[in-house]
């Protein structure tokens, strides 16, 4: 009964968006050469923020970098350049997903994204969705998003850009991106390297960063031919490969060695005209981590998973309706030390629908709906909407139901003292938020309260026997405000950039009452930027409260105020080579501060950087 | 210059003088933290430090963190174990790889193991030395080893190679036993070391996977193994034995049934205590067969103990968060308070 139920809204989904495929005419080359379309059209109800190139290139070397200065994400940190996880508005780490170029790549084993295994500055833009996205994007996506999206271009162009950068601690770092462009070709490469010591001072202590080197290598590759007026094939590639040690804490030595390798493939075809897009997308995602206990012996364990997906979308407007269907197949498998070979096959059928009135409102209905070989899953929905009250003044709300699934390790895990549980439910999460943002030629200022409750976090305890497990234990409820202020101000021969976020969380265990460890009430970036002439001065400063350790709230780390400052200089060089050179001061205030107990952050560093325009 | 010296002598003369004043009392106490219990702390997984908790015997004052506080320096990760001499308490830290020892009243430091540990579990001192329980690298299976520390020095003097997963370690004379619980894998025998020569004389055989053992007042070792679990896929019964210490032979054995399987070996009152599922368990030395009913039950602890009467259990909670240690009448079975120590309360111990 259940499934024939599940199918039949899968046909319904078909059904309704066939019905309106009409015939063809003129291109909409800008919105296929999109990669997430679906963050254009479907995203009403959310706050978007688009962290634009000159953000990319002050904070690189990670993701965490530049989302830790450029959002208000709480990053819990093993040290610097190591493991990374996030909170966004108050979630856990496994609540926010990853979205590359549409397709959401956190990991099948954890459930997370480390985001110190993605190196930004080689995609094109970084977008940071906060809030649900869970119809759109799947599981995960819980606290907000994070799309890597990489640009197309059909016109003449040939860019290179090639990037030298040293620092402290011996950190070195290359990168070089090149793209090619005509009417209806487009190929881009890029490679980014980093290597480094990360033997920085434990601020306060005689001691160093012992074991935290490590050396990260991105690749990247896409490409897109336009075969018609109406056609178009794209592909995307991404790989990386991080080597890390794990470094130790204030308390404990470590010898530790992890490797990762992740490669995302994504070949899609769109065949399009003027009332509606048809894409058709294969894709392949492959991770692989070898954890190496002492890296002075060749023992270690490991764990892979191969996805593969086809996803159908089907795009159709008329008048002022958009409607999109999609269909998704999505199989994984999953083998390592401990988890023997497990697999899962999940199909989807996601159906979204925008309805813009004249009068500058419109609204969006969203629903979602799984079938999946190995856990139960829920029907998602969103509806969201948004009112143009005036030319400067706008008001959006949302409300969404959203999940995260248990991951392989939850229910397959097999080791010393733990068993994964096939018992496990996804974690499911009712929430709503409303905002406003009032916009002048010279500044923006936002403000969004939210409210999120999630029933049945999964949490791994000790059962009667002592075995470790995964078990649906915990109920949480989340709300706060974010508030947004952005000015930009330009001169003739000079200009002002100033963006400042605010956060305020509160992320309460519903049995104990209790505020959930690793989570900061309060939280705010600020950076300013400015230019004049050839010149650019930037600083970027991060202030988090104090955050509880332990899960009574007993125990804590004090808040902190962490700044950088950069100077820029930019020359024109001969054949027209643009070249800028920069040196960054990290931690300008020489603070000791943690995000993550007993394991200290760097003291003040420098990086010296050449960046050459072709 | 003369000024500045007269002063300092005055100085001097008023500590001297206050301090004389304070060491009038009668008979002096060995410290803050004589008579009473400590409980180790193992602290967070992961990051973090173990702490050791002191409640007085009458359980109405309890001091968390003392080491910090007494030292103000952290304990390191993982605090395992405490073991004792007469003056000395010796706590182990097994993440840190390190043997933190203090004046076990004052806990003011006297020094520490630093070299040559490799996940150390368990000490004891017995003929002027300290044998630690390592695992050695958990990943190999061969170089689990004893170690013999020098309390004069705290430097390491040798090192015993054993079996696998040398975890509890007693002593009675000039021998000390030690259990193999086999690490993150399973063994099941008892090495006893003969500390004037300081070589493994003899391995006996027990029930899987050793967990806790003692000696009652005739000088009879018993050993309790909790058998495999279940996760093995060779889930083997929880057995507990009775080895005399003359001949370091089996004497009884009782096994429990497959799927039970037993921890928290304790001896109080002539009586065996034994936690199983949700119960305590009691058998008299003299008894002839495990006990079918429970002496206690719906009852889980992270880690017991019984003394004087009382059972000392404690509650780890969500394993992040401050634990409980629980104190019981063992007659009249009713709980008789809770306290509040520090994150996974691993050990008690009576100082």
């Known amino acids: ?152 271009s059909f016109q003449n162009h040939f860019n290179t850009n090639v990037g030298l950068s040293y620092g402290s601690y011996n950190t070195k770092r290359y990168n070089y991106n090149a793209s090619k462009g005509s009417k209806n070709t487009y190929a881009s490469i890029g490679a980014d390297y980093i290597v480094s010591d990360n033997d920085y001072k434990y601020l306060g202590t005689d001691r160093k960063n012992e074991n935290g080197n490590f050396e990260n290598i991105s690749i990247r590759a896409n490409g897109g031919y336009l075969l018609n007026k109406f056609n178009l094939i794209k592909f ?113 059928g996601t159906l979204l629908f925008l309805h813009t009135l004249n009068n500058g409102f419109s609204y969006g209905v969203n629903l979602r709906k799984e079938i999946v070989s190995d856990y139960k899953s829920p029907f998602l929905i969103s509806v969201d909407g948004k009112y143009k009250i005036s030319s400067d003044y706008t008001i959006n709300l949302n409300v969404s139901k959203n999940y995260r699934i248990p991951t392989f390790n939850d229910l397959y895990w097999i080791g ?22 009032l916009e002048s030629k010279k500044f923006t200022l ?55 976020q605010y956060a305020f969380v509160r992320s309460v265990d519903n ?69 800028v050179a920069s040196i960054q001061i990290n931690n300008l205030f020489n603070k000791n501060y943690q995000n993550v107990a007993y394991r200290p952050m760097p003291n003040r560093n420098f990086t010296l950087k050449l960046i050459f325009k072709l | 210059m003369k000024i500045k010296q007269a002063l300092l002598s005055a100085f001097a003369f008023v500590i001297l003088f206050t301090s004389c004043n304070n060491d009038d009392s009668p008979k002096l106490p060995l410290g803050d933290y004589e008579n009473g219990i400590l409980v180790s702390n193992e602290g967070p997984f992961g990051n973090g430090t173990g702490t050791i908790s002191f409640i007085s015997k009458d359980s109405s004052v309890v001091h968390n963190t003392i080491y910090k506080l007494e030292n103000a320096e952290d304990l390191g990760n993982i605090v395992q174990s405490i073991g004792f001499d007469e003056s ?25 193991v630093t070299e040559g540990l490799a996940n150390p579990r368990y000490f004891v001192v017995a003929n002027g030395k300290g044998y630690v329980t390592n695992w050695g690298d958990t990943a190999d299976s061969t170089d689990d080893y004893v170690a013999i520390i020098n309390l004069e020095t705290y430097q390491l003097d040798g090192k015993i190679s054993v079996v696998l997963g040398p975890e509890r370690i007693v002593v009675k004379g000039n021998k000390v036993y030690v259990a193999h ?88 009152n002539n009586e065996l205590y034994y936690a199983l599922g949700s119960g305590v368990y009691k058998m008299a030395l003299s008894g002839d067969a495990l006990p079918t009913t429970a002496h206690l039950s719906d009852v889980s602890f992270y880690t017991m103990t019984v003394s004087e009467g009382k059972l000392y259990g404690t509650d780890a909670k969500d394993y992040a968060s401050k634990g409980d240690l629980n104190i019981y009448d063992l007659t009249t079975k009713k709980k008789t308070k809770t306290l509040s120590v520090g994150i996974i309360p691993g050990g008690i111990y009576f100082n």
């Not at chain 1, 530049?66 to 959002?71: F, I, T, W």
């Not at chain 1, 733990?418 to 999460?429: F, I, Q, W």
């Not at chain 1, 936002?446 to 999120?452: C, D, E, L, P, S």
């Open chain 1, 446 to 500: 936002g403000t969004t309260v939210y409210y999120i409750i999630s029933n049945d976090l999964i949490s791994w305890r000790p059962d009667d026997k002592g075995i470790w497990r995964a078990i649906n234990i915990k109920d949480v409820t989340n709300y706060g405000l974010e508030a947004t202020f952005e000015f930009t101000h330009n001169w003739s021969n000079s200009s002002l950039k100033w963006n400042n």
């Open chain 2, 88 to 112: 000395r308490a010796y706590i182990v830290a097994n993440n840190s790889q390190k043997i933190s020892i203090v004046n076990r009243y004052t806990f003011k430091k006297l020094g520490a």
């Open chain 1, 511 to 579: 049995e104990t009452k209790k505020q959930l460890i690793y989570v900061p009430k309060h939280n705010v970036t600020s950076g300013i930027g400015y230019q004049y002439k050839k010149w650019e001065v930037y600083k970027q400063l991060l202030f988090t409260s104090s955050i509880y350790t332990t899960t009574d709230n007993s125990e804590k780390l004090s808040g902190y105020v962490v700044a950088n400052l950069g100077v820029n200089r930019s020359f024109n060089l001969k054949n027209a080579i643009n070249c």
């Open chain 2, 181 to 268: 619980k086999g690490a993150y894998g399973q063994n099941n025998v008892i090495s006893v070391i003969n500390t004037d020569t300081d070589t493994v004389e003899k391995t006996i055989t027990v029930g899987d996977v050793p967990n806790s053992m003692l000696f009652d007042a005739s000088g009879s070792l018993w050993v309790l193994a909790g058998g495999k679990p279940s996760y093995t896929k060779d889930e083997t019964k929880g057995v507990l034995t009775k080895i005399n210490t003359s001949s370091n032979t089996v004497d009884a054995t009782f096994e429990f049934a497959t799927t039970e399987h037993p921890k928290h070996l304790s001896l109080g």
């Open chain 1, 416 to 437: 010393a003292g733990a068993r994964g549980n096939k018992d496990v439910l996804p974690e499911s999460s009712w929430q709503a938020e409303i905002g406003q943002t």
């Open chain 1, 1 to 152: 009964m259940r499934h024939s139920k599940n199918i039949l809204f899968v046909l319904l989904v078909i059904y309704a968006v066939q019905l309106r495929a009409q015939k063809d005419s003129a291109i909409v080359l800008d919105e296929v050469i999109l990669s997430d379309a679906k963050l254009l059209h479907f995203s009403n109800g959310k706050r978007i923020t688009v962290l634009s190139d000159s953000i990319l290139q002050r904070n690189n070397a990670s993701l965490t970098d530049l989302l830790k200065y450029n959002s208000t994400i709480y990053f819990k940190e093993y040290g610097y350049g190591m493991t990374s996880t996030v909170s966004f508005r108050g979630t856990n780490s496994s609540q926010t997903a990853v979205i590359w170029n549409g397709i959401n790549v956190n990991s099948q084993l954890t459930g997370q994204t480390d985001f110190n295994t993605i190196m930004p500055q080689n995609f094109g833009s970084v977008v940071v969705r906060s809030g649900g996205g869970g119809v759109q994007y799947g599981s995960g996506a819980v606290g907000g998003t994070i799309h890597l999206k990489d640009k197309f």
């Open chain 1, 236 to 348: 995307y590639h991404t790989t990386f490969v991080g080597d890390r040690n794990f470094s130790g804490t204030l308390t404990a030595p470590s010898d530790d060695t992890y490797k990762v390798l992740n490669s995302r493939n994504l070949v899609e075809w769109s065949n399009f005209n003027t009332h509606r897009i048809t894409r058709l997308k294969f894709a392949y995602l492959f991770e692989k981590y070898n954890y190496f206990p002492n890296k002075n012996r060749s023992e270690f364990s490991f764990g892979n998973t191969k996805n593969f997906i086809i996803n159908y979308d089907y795009k159709y407007s008329f008048d002022a309706i958009t409607l999109n269907g999609i269909l998704e197949f999505n199989t994984v498998k999953a083998e390592g030390e401990s988890i023997q070979e497990a697999k899962r096959d999940q199909f989807s």
